[in-house]
């Protein structure tokens, strides 16, 4: 059964760095695009981060540009979210996600299959 657990959420200061990491249990994982979203309460789920099949290129958010980055390891079957210099706006649940293709995409539409979610707070 296909399964994405997110782990590494938790309550951090402002200007402090998280890396969440998304353990994949999907099939052909080496060809499926991946990426991260977010939603903060009262707020639609936000692109942040995704990564082709072959973790050679990624789009990053606007928002979170300079800031956040995506890498994969097709030999883990996992998909990082490295977030560094935290802002109180960061805070939300953070998904991981599969595509449906190899590419990258920033819409939520294109993704077949989603984490339950792991919770980052930033404090101010």
């Known amino acids: 059964q296909a399964q994405l657990v997110e782990s590494g959420g938790g309550v951090v200061q402002t200007g402090d760095s998280l890396s969440l990491s998304c353990a994949a249990s999907i099939p052909t994982f080496s060809d499926t695009g991946m990426g991260w979203f977010r939603q903060a309460p009262g707020k639609e789920r936000e692109f942040v981060a995704a990564?082709?099949?072959?973790?050679?290129?990624?789009i990053i958010a606007d928002s979170v540009k300079g800031r956040f980055s995506i890498i994969r390891d097709n030999t883990e079957n996992t998909v990082i979210l490295q977030m560094q210099n935290l802002k109180p706006e960061d805070t939300a649940l953070y998904y991981c996600?599969?595509?449906?293709?190899?590419?990258?995409?920033?819409?939520?539409?294109?993704?077949?299959?989603w984490g339950q979610g792991t919770q980052v707070t930033v404090s101010s």
């Open positions: 996600a599969g595509n449906q293709y190899q590419g990258m995409s920033t819409t939520a539409a294109s993704y077949i299959y």
């Open positions: 990564v082709n099949w072959l973790g050679t290129s990624a």
